[in-house]
């Protein structure tokens, strides 16, 4: 953000600050003429501070580790099933993993939930 140096003296002038102190107080030099606009830049946000391997990542629920363990295993067959010169559709092992999920039964899902909490 650019500030001109009459801004900045109308600024002075309504607030009761002098030209040398509002260059001071912006780290600017004192005494300094020839640039019409002053470059003030706001400070650069601060970076996050970078988590260690074992915290980046929440925990995994069921249908994680579900998908984890299989998906390969779907890769495998779907590839199989294609046809030459045919390409996987993009997605669609997620796609095949998550059916597969929701035709589990309910004690297949209560295994993989119970392997998430341990």
Not at 4 to 25: P, W
Not at 75 to 104: C, F, H, I, T
């Amino acid at each position: 953000m650019g500030i001109t140096i009459a801004q900045l003296e109308i600024l002075g002038s309504k607030y009761g600050f002098s030209m040398e102190d509002a260059r001071r107080t912006l780290g600017l030099p004192i005494g300094r003429r020839g640039s019409k606009t002053l470059n003030i830049t706001s400070p650069k946000p601060s970076q996050k501070p970078v988590k260690a391997p074992s915290e980046k990542k929440g925990t995994k629920s069921g249908y994680h580790l579900y998908m984890s363990d299989v998906s390969a295993r779907v890769k495998a067959d779907l590839v199989a099933q294609l046809g030459q010169g045919e390409k996987l559709a993009r997605g669609a092992v997620m796609s095949e993993v998550s059916k597969r999920w929701k035709n589990l039964p309910d004690c297949s899902h209560t295994h993989w939930n119970n392997v998430a909490r341990a």
